[in-house]
């Protein structure tokens, strides 16, 4: 199966195809670039699939584009979501699919919705920053910890 270069090719058929449900309809809900693209998607689908993903591709923009292919980290995401699901000590999106191309560095991560899922991220004028950041920090030490040695 292909690997969508743009938010516009993650279609019903595609989406079908991958998570092995009858995708009908996908609408964007919010599509942004930076490090990579990235959209949150409404679908009518199935019962076995939620009614929101979040989806991580390659960038919008050709040269911060090429920029990821050079130093290989889209490909490094996914191919770190393709091997973990489920395996983490700590909270992590469910992921629904990933794929990628280390030829071309093409990639994509079809992933849990985390905001309909209730998770809330926190800017730099929260209340609670603080402690949102040594939570962070925990989460981190638990997982560094789970793999340290391998």
Known sequence: MTIPSSIDEVTPAWL????GDDVTAVEV???HSG?????????????????????K?????????????????GV???RFYAAVDGELPVRAPRVWH???DDGDGSFIMVLEDLE?????FTGPDDDDVLDVAESLVDELAALHAEFWGQ
């Open 57 to 73: 591709l390659q960038p919008f923009d050709a040269e911060q584009r090429e920029f990821l292919r050079i130093i290989g980290l």
């Open 116 to 120: 309909a899922a209730g998770c809330r």
């Open 98 to 100: 990933s794929s990628f």
């Open 35 to 55: 490090t990579t693209g990235r959209a949150r998607i409404r679908l009518e689908a199935g019962p076995e699939t939620p009614d929101t993903l979040f989806v």
């Open 16 to 19: 079908s195809g991958v998570l």
């Open 76 to 78: 490094s995401e996914a």
């Open 29 to 31: 809900i919010d599509a």
